[in-house]
C-alpha cells in the first residue's frame, strides 16, 4: 500500500490569540505540552492541529490573550453519523491502529447517581446539626468478625476475646484510586501521598511498583499487585497498610496494560523493576488465576508472605455477573473488594472497550451489597466503589447503595489542574500528571496540590457530614446500604429493580 | 537445622513454624513427609537458609521468595517459584504449570518435565538474571511475555527427537534470553522472536550454569552437550509499538 501522508482530520479546537492584548512573553510556548505555539519571528504562532484544549496556556498568559474554541468548521451533523465516529473511521484507516484514548468513557449512558434522590427528617425522627453534635465519617475496611466472643476481667468487665482481623482505619471513606508511577508523574504521587496522610486515609500504588520516596508514607498506602507483577516482592508486599490484587479496571475490564517502552525512563524502570526501554506488558489475566480458587491460592499466597498481618484487597471491573463474582471473590478471603464501575478512569485504554464494556457502579454496587446479604457474608468483606465519584453527593448515594468507603481517581486529577482532556496516553500532558517529561513533572508541586487535594476531602467530608445530619444519623455505618433512604427518578420499573430502591413519592 | 514433620499439617502452621525457625536463627530445615501443602517458603528471606522437602509441595513453593535455598526430592506442582526475587529451587522430578511467574531473580533448576507456561513474563532488572534450567520438556505459551532472564530447556526426555514440539513458543517475547538444546519448527514460533546460533559468551555462560546444573542432579555434563545449542532472543523490546492510534 503506498502510505499518504494526508489526513481527513481537522483540528477540533482553535487556540486563538489576541495579538493586541499579547506581550510575546512566551509562557504559552513554555507551558503547552504539546508544542502547540512557536515564536514567529514578531508574534506567537499557533499550530491548531496539536491543541487538546487541556487548558494550561490560558490559564497561565498573564494577558488573558488566548482563547481556545471548538474548530466552528463542522462536520457535517448527523445524529446517526456523529463527529467521533466518522473521525475514528478516518483515523483508523490512515493508521490501521485501535484507537486509545486516556480517562473515563465521554459515552452519553445514563449517569444513575444523577436520577437518586437522598431522604431528610422532617418533624420526626429529628434532624442533627453536625457542625455542632458528634457525626462519625470513620471507616474500617477489612473482614469483620460474624460474631464477638467476650471473656470479663476481675472486676466483671467485658474484654473482647475474638481476634479481630486486620483492618484499615480511614479517617473519612474516601480512599484514592490506584495509578500507577508510569502512568501518572511521581509528584502527582506525591501529592495524593501528602493528602492522604494529612487526612488519615489512604492511596493506592497502582501496578507501577513503589517509588522510593513514597515509603515514608506506607502507613497511608495500598501496594497493588497486578498481572504484570511489577515491582512486586516481599519488602513491597509489606510496604503498605493492605495489598490490593488487580484482577480488572472498570474503564477496561478483560484487557491488559501497557506502558509503552519509551515512558519507562531510569526511575521507572527502577521502581517497576524492569530494564529501561522496554514495554511494561500487563497480560490480561494473571496467570495464575483462573479460577476462584485460584484467586484464594494468590490472597493466601500474599496473607503468608505478609504474615496475615494486612487486609488484602481485590479490584474488580463492574461487569455483568458482578454479584455472583464478588460472592466468589469473598469466598476467596478477600477482605475488601474494590469495584469499578465502567465510567472508572485509565491512563489508557482502547476506546471499543471503554465505551462499550461493563456497567454502571450504581447497579453493580446494590446488585453485590444484596447478594453478599442474602448470602449471609456481607460482613466477610468491605466494599470500595468507584468509577467516576464526582461529587459527595455521588459519594453518599454510592454509600447508601451498599459501598463502605468510594475510590477518586479523575477528581483528584481534576485537583492537579487536569481539564479531563482524555490525552494521558500521550504523554505530553501540560499540567505535569500524566507524564514523565521532567519539565512538565517539575510543575506539579506535591505541596500546593496534597493541600488542594485535602481541601477537597475535607469540604466533601463536611458535605457528608451536613446530609448526614439532615437524614437524621449520626454515624456514616448508619447509612451503610440503607436503600430505604434512596428513591429514584425518571427510572424504570427494571432500573428500579435493579438499584433496589423505590420511585420517588413511593 | 531443624526436622519437621508435615503429614497432616495445614500450610499456615508449617510455614508459620519455618518462618518463626528462620526468625529463630535456624539455617537449615528438613521437612518430611510433605504431601501438597500450599507456600512452602512463601515470602522468606535469608540467603543463607536451606530447607529441603520430602514429598510433594503444593502449589506456590517459593512464592515471593527473596534468597532462600529450597530442595525438593521429588516433584513440585504449580507455580513454583511465583514473583520470585532471589534464591534457588531444585526440583528432583517434575514441575506444573506456570513456573517463575513474573520471576524476577534467583534460579529454579527443574530436573524432569514442566507444564505450560513456563517462565511466563519472566524479567530482569539490574544484576537480577533470573534463570530456570529444565531438564526434560515443556508445554505451550514457553516463556510467554518473557521480559528478561534466562530460559534454558534441555528437552533430555525423549532424547531420540532432535526437534522440541511446542506450540506458541515465546509468544510476545519481548526481553530476555532462551537456550534450546534442540531445533524447533520455525513456523511455530511467534513473530516475536528470533534464532540464533550460540556465540562464545553464551557458551561460556551456558557451562557455568549447566555445570551447577549437572551436579545438582548427577546428570552427565556430555549427555547435555550431545547435541547443540540455539539461542532465542526478542525481534523487539517493542513488539505492540505499532499497533495503536491515540484518539
Known sequence: MTKSSFSNIQSEYLAVIDHNKCVRCKRCIQNCGWGTYSFGGDKIIADHSKCVACGRCYTYCPEGAISIIKNPTVIRENANWQEPLVKNIWRQSETGGIVISGMGTTFKYKKYFDHILLDACQVTNPSIDPLREPMELRTFLGKKPSKLDFDFDERGEPVLKTKMPPQIELQTPFVFGAMSYGSISLNAQKAMALAARALGIVMNTGEGGLHDDLVPFGKNIIVQVASGRFGVHRDYLNSGVAVEIKIGQGAKPGIGGHLPGEKIGIDISRTRMIPVGTDAISPAPHHDIYSIEDLRQLIYAIKEATDYEKPVSVKVAAVHNIAAIVSGIVRAGADIVYIDGYSGGTGAAPIVIRDHVGIPIELALAQVDERLREEGIRNEASIIAAGSIRSSADAIKAIALGADAVAIGTAALIVMGCHVCGKCNTGNCSWGITTQRPELVRRLDPEVYGERLYNLISAWSHEIQEVLGAMGVNSIESLRGSRERLRGIELTDAELKALGIKHAGL | ?247
Open chain 2, 1 to 247: 537445622m531443624m526436622t519437621i514433620d508435615a503429614a497432616g499439617m495445614h500450610y499456615k502452621e508449617l510455614n508459620g513454624i519455618i518462618r518463626e525457625g528462620i526468625l529463630n536463627g535456624v539455617k537449615k530445615f528438613f521437612i518430611e513427609n510433605v504431601n501438597g501443602q500450599y507456600y512452602i517458603g512463601d515470602g522468606i528471606k535469608g540467603d543463607d537458609v536451606v530447607i529441603e522437602i520430602n514429598g510433594t509441595p503444593g502449589n506456590d513453593l517459593g512464592a515471593f521468595m527473596d534468597g532462600p535455598t529450597l530442595i525438593v526430592n521429588n516433584n513440585a506442582q504449580d507455580n513454583v517459584g511465583n514473583t520470585m526475587n532471589a534464591g534457588k529451587i531444585i526440583i528432583n522430578g517434575d514441575a506444573g504449570d506456570v513456573i517463575g511467574y513474573g520471576m524476577r531473580g534467583g534460579r529454579i533448576y527443574i530436573r524432569g518435565n514442566a507444564g505450560y507456561r513456563v517462565g511466563i513474563h519472566m524479567k530482569g532488572y539490574n544484576e537480577q538474571l533470573p534463570v530456570i534450567i529444565i531438564g526434560g520438556k515443556v508445554g505451550s505459551f514457553f516463556a510467554e511475555y518473557m521480559a528478561g532472564g534466562v530460559i534454558v530447556l534441555l528437552g533430555l526426555e525423549d532424547d531420540d527427537s532432535d526437534e522440541l514440539d511446542i506450540d506458541y513458543f515465546a509468544s510476545g517475547m519481548h526481553g530476555g534470553t532462551i537456550f534450546i538444546r534442540k531445533k524447533i519448527d520455525f513456523s511455530k514460533f511467534s513473530n516475536e522472536a528470533e534464532v540464533y546460533e550460540i556465540d562464545d559468551k553464551d557458551a561460556k555462560f551456558l557451562k557455568e550454569y549447566l555445570t551447577d546444573f549437572s551436579n545438582s542432579f548427577n546428570i552427565s555434563l556430555e549427555e547435555i552437550y550431545k547435541k547443540p545449542f540455539y539461542k532465542i532472543v526478542p525481534s523487539s523490546a517493542r513488539p505492540y509499538a505499532h499497533l495503536y492510534t491515540s484518539a
